[in-house]
């Protein structure tokens, strides 16, 4: 098995050589290699010797000589012109069915090569017929065993291999359908029906129907392609094929797929979803709404099946809307229209499921449906039966969080009032989907006196009740879940209905500090950065003294609570938001930022949780923009009313650079040179960048000796120096020697010197390369093109 797989590395690396590329040498050692297979039984004979003894590793290696082989030698082996090509090709066939995964993983590359070949320049049997099957040979591979029930209870197949093959064959599979087009659907339509009557069939049909779902995006664009001759003929049988394929697969509904397996019923509802404009364009209505109805009762199925199912409801109902807007419009008695009577039943079954995102999976498809409708009064039926049985649970819920208080606190007690607040954070995240997709432009719903409506502000006006009794329950206040889903949605008014919120924004400003007092969430810190957003720019003289305060206030509680409850390790997400924050502070509100008597404390706080976080992914990012921002306010791209303010508080700024700039300076090389995650490097060298434009122009004495090379000696020089002389700071790293130190001073000093806010972009590249040399993926000679520029 050794000598087979040192043989087949050996072999593959001459293969792969380019060197030879073209030349006659190399013809006629591919001619030689390729005659061998039918002659010696060169590839096949110890493919066949490995299987027989099990040797998956030495069937691996063969398969990859063997694939590399054929791609790099694809143009030659698709004329089949020389002996062995027509060989190597059933060879690299017989590998994709082989039951190692790696191994079949391995043919597929050629496929791909293969494709790009213009078929007028492959030999007719490498065409459709090739192909017809190849895509036969992958029906069976990413099928699932016929006796596989969960993966937990399956031993053979590996999850992850599984789905990694799963992932790998879409590609080839689109090729495959380019190639074939109608007749990769009859052909997949014919497994689904041979194994329609067979007990273990229903892997094939899964296997099927995960084929289809992979060139739904090109059949779709297909069934829509205008065109006549040979594209209308393949365009109308392929319409015609799935819209029979569909009506075999929803016989008997969805408790007969779920009998022959859950894992067809979940293949079954995908395939509905990814085929929704089909369905628009080649079912009636009635049929898209069984459909529907197929959909909703696949809902209730295990939570795969479900997600799935919820999915395809979306799909559908937005992909089919010019059919079902028609009956939808039409003012009926609650639930006799068949339209919103599908949408009341998918809402009031993915309610029970449980599943956030099956929820507002399938609220955004209601409501996108219901707001395109042209009748208001329609529309008011159709976003009031949506949202009814969310309102309906809510107020359940909160009524079990009410009585539980005059309760004794045992067991029970507590889970049924967490089970109550995940039920309320659920329907709160499905109302949420609601406010965001129900408006319209005003101009689209003019009553019959001229007069204007929005389909919001009726929502509002139903949701906000809740919306209060939550704010005022200690309970709500205190699940993480809840108050995060409750900020989301007044987060989402916030954003879709300004103007109507704007008369409560005081109240809301107020639970929200209460909530952050309480919890210290960093949701609470989220949607005080969303309001600063919205109103910060607008704001008058008054309102933006009540920032200011809000800013202060926030600030203050955040360093008690990171002072005498949690440090800011322990808490990264409070410091993510605070700091995020007030970066949107700076953006849009800059003068409650810049006036805020907090400003230097904020400023110092945000310099020590750097150290403090030591590299932690968000909360470090936030800082360093914050950071970056507030030091570089110059570059930004404000108004000229808030550059205006930026300057007249300019002062407090440099202060606090001048303070904290080489503490900065130091920590941003730390951070590059190995201190932080290499993903943080783009944010470090922002930082690092902002604080050196300011500092460069600043003398700090006489000049600097490093390395016996005299340095120009600014502020920026002497911060630079002193981090790269600190070598606990750096490191041990062999190749940081003194003479690379002082390169590193000269190069970063004069490219800022030189170009100024043009350098950015070499200044941030140079970072990149040092903290390259301090992992020891480069060497210092990286340097070079810097010193010659």
């Known amino acids: 098995e050794e000598i087979l797989k040192a043989a087949s590395k050996a072999l593959a690396e001459s293969i792969m050589q380019p060197s030879d590329v073209g030349t006659a040498a190399r013809a006629e050692a591919v001619r030689i290699i390729l005659s061998a297979i039918p002659s010696h039984g060169f590839l096949a004979a110890p493919l066949a010797y490995c299987s027989s003894n099990e040797w998956d590793e030495a069937s691996h290696s063969l398969a990859c000589l063997a694939s590399d082989l054929a791609t790099e030698e694809v143009e030659t082996i698709a004329a089949c012109q020389i002996p062995g090509c027509a060989e190597i090709v059933e060879i690299l066939l017989r590998l994709q069915r082989h039951p190692f995964q790696p191994v079949a993983i391995s043919a597929l590359e050629f496929w791909l090569a293969l494709q790009d070949i213009p078929t007028e320049e492959r030999h007719p049997s490498l065409a459709a017929p090739l192909f017809g099957q190849l895509v036969d040979g992958l029906v069976t591979r990413v099928s699932y065993p016929p006796t596989f029930t969960n993966w937990e209870n399956e031993f053979e197949l590996d999850c992850q291999e599984f789905d990694e093959m799963r992932r790998m064959v879409a590609d080839v599979l689109v090729s495959s359908y380019f190639l074939l087009r109608c007749s990769y659907l009859e052909q997949l339509a014919n497994v689904i029906q041979s194994s329609q009557s067979d007990q273990n069939g229903w892997a094939a049909t899964e296997s099927a129907l995960f084929c289809l779902c992979s060139v739904s995006r090109e059949v779709c664009a297909r069934v829509k392609a205008r065109g006549v001759g040979t594209v209308a003929a393949d365009r109308d049988a392929t319409a015609r094929g799935l819209v029979q394929l569909v009506q075999m697969l929803c016989q008997g509904g969805a408790e007969t797929a779920a009998r022959r397996h859950p894992l067809v019923l979940t293949m079954s509802a995908s395939f509905l979803g990814s085929y929704a404009p089909v369905w628009n364009v080649c079912c009636s209505a009635e049929n898209i709404l069984g459909l529907l109805q197929y959909l909703v009762a696949a809902v209730g199925s295990s939570p795969k099946t479900s997600a799935a199912a919820a999915k395809s409801i979306k799909l559908v109902l937005i992909g089919c809307s010019s059919k079902l807007l028609p009956i939808a419009s039409t003012i009926s008695a609650q639930n006799s229209n068949p339209v919103t009577a599908v949408m009341s039943a998918a809402i009031e079954a993915v309610l029970t499921t449980n599943h956030v995102e099956n929820l507002t999976l399938v609220t955004e498809g209601c409501t996108r449906l219901s707001v395109q409708i042209k009748d208001t009064d329609a529309i008011r039926q159709s976003l009031s039966i949506i949202a009814s049985p969310m309102m309906r649970i809510s107020h359940q819920a909160m009524d079990i969080m009410r009585s539980s208080s005059s309760v004794v606190n045992d067991g029970g007690t507590a889970a049924r009032v967490e089970a109550a607040c995940q039920t309320l954070s659920s329907c709160l995240c499905g109302l949420r989907e609601v406010v965001r997709f129900c408006e319209r432009p005003a101009q689209d719903l003019t009553k019959s006196d001229n007069s204007t409506w929005r389909p919001l502000a009726d929502v509002m006006s139903a949701i906000w009740p809740l919306l209060n009794d939550a704010s005022s329950s200690n309970v709500c206040r205190a699940h993480e879940d809840v108050l995060s889903c409750l900020l989301d949605l007044h987060g989402q008014l916030l954003a879709s209905a300004t103007d109507l919120v704007a008369p409560h924004f005081s109240q809301l400003i107020t639970f929200v500090v209460q909530a952050y007092e309480e919890t210290h969430l960093p949701c609470t810190l989220d949607y005080v950065g969303d309001a600063v957003e919205l109103f910060g720019g607008k704001a008058d003289e008054g309102a933006e003294v009540s920032f200011n305060q809000l800013l202060a206030h926030l600030s203050q509680r955040t360093y008690v609570y990171v002072t005498q409850e949690k440090r800011p390790n322990e808490c990264p997400q409070v410091i993510r938001a605070l700091f995020d924050m007030a970066r949107r502070y700076l953006l849009f509100c800059p003068g409650a930022l810049s006036k805020c008597p907090e400003f230097s404390s904020l400023f110092a706080f945000a310099v020590a949780c750097l150290a403090e976080c030591k590299g932690e ?20 791209r404000l108004s000229e009313a808030a550059q205006a303010t930026l300057e007249a508080s300019a002062n407090t700024i440099d202060e606090a650079i001048a303070q904290h700039g080489e503490t900065l300076t130091r920590t941003c090389i730390g951070g590059l040179s190995g201190g932080g995650p290499q993903m943080l490097w783009p944010a470090y060298s922002e930082c690092f960048f902002a604080v050196i434009v300011n500092a460069i122009g600043r003398s700090n004495g006489p000049p600097i000796q490093m390395n016996g090379h005299a340095s120009q000696n600014t502020v920026a020089h002497q911060w630079i120096y002193s981090a790269l ?47 390259k040399i301090c992992k020891g993926d480069e060497t210092p000679d990286a340097l070079i093109a810097y010193s010659l520029s």
Do not use: H, Y
């Open 725 to 771: 002389s600190d070598d606990t700071l750096l490191g041990n790293v062999p190749a940081l020697t003194v003479e690379v130190k002082s390169s590193v001073l000269q190069l970063l000093c004069g490219l800022v010197l030189r170009e100024g806010l043009k350098s950015k972009p070499r200044v941030k590249m140079l970072l990149g390369d040092f903290g």
């Open 617 to 636: 992914r968000d909360s470090t990012r936030a800082t360093l923009n914050f950071l970056s921002q507030v030091i570089g306010w110059r570059t930004l």
